[in-house]
T-cell receptor, first 112, second 112 residues
């Protein structure tokens, strides 16, 4: 098992810019989810992809979008960055949610 | 709408003590519940996964219980060590929800 890897680990962006965060899921995991975690809070669900199709979305605006690729990698894109988008972004993958999720180490995004 | 609450928000105990962390959820229609550990600024490490049909799971010094009818789970840590210091998060996978709903976590400090 290779686990879940995320890149980059940290980045700083300016308000109004666009950002792409990347995730490489554990091999064989067809489901990938993205979460946003503000400081001192629990993670909040952004969206989930299953076999390259979005199959669940949380209460986030359309400027948060994603892609999942056949090689178990995925992306989270955020347009028109706002200061409140500053957070730790976590990627999680699963073969089947009944068997739990494996999380990556996260990407710390700071918007200035 | 599933809501997850963790009490207390923070806990500080001397090394060697046994302790219990609490998690409550509002909707008992769940697939499973997962306990995670999070070190400062890091990703989530899965500790235990309890299916809705199970009453408890054990891993080393950790024991998690689930009472679905009352909407409660507990994480029991035996013989606590300074290395156990971290934030502990519980997450519920609800039926038909395609996502995890997290509590806000309990920040645990074990004092040598």
């Amino acid at each position: 098992e290779t686990g879940v890897t995320q890149s980059p680990t940290h980045l700083i962006k300016t308000r109004g810019q666009q950002v792409t965060l990347r995730c490489s899921s554990q091999s064989g995991h067809n489901t990938v989810s993205w979460y946003q975690q503000a400081l001192g809070q629990g993670p909040q669900f952004i969206f989930q992809y299953y076999r390259e199709e979005e199959n669940g979305r949380g209460n986030f605006p359309p400027r948060f979008s994603g892609l999942q690729f056949p090689n178990y990698s995925s992306e989270l894109n955020v347009n028109a960055l706002e200061l409140d988008d500053s957070a730790l972004y976590l990627c999680a993958s699963s073969w089947d949610s009944l068997y739990g999720y494996t999380f990556g180490s996260g990407t710390r995004l700071t918007v200035v | 709408k599933q809501e997850v609450t963790q009490i207390p928000a923070a806990l500080s105990v001397p090394e060697g003590e046994n302790l219990v962390l609490n998690c409550s959820f509002t909707d008992s229609a769940i697939y499973n519940l997962q306990w995670f550990r999070q070190d400062p600024g890091k990703g989530l490490t899965s500790l235990l996964l309890i299916q809705s049909s199970q009453r408890e799971q054990t891993s080393g010094r950790l024991n998690a219980s689930l009472d679905k009818s009352s909407g409660r789970s507990t994480l029991y840590i035996a013989a606590s060590q300074p290395g156990d210091s971290a934030t502990y998060l519980c997450a519920v996978n609800s039926q038909g929800a395609q996502k995890l709903v997290f509590g806000q976590g309990t920040r645990l400090t074990i004092n040598p």
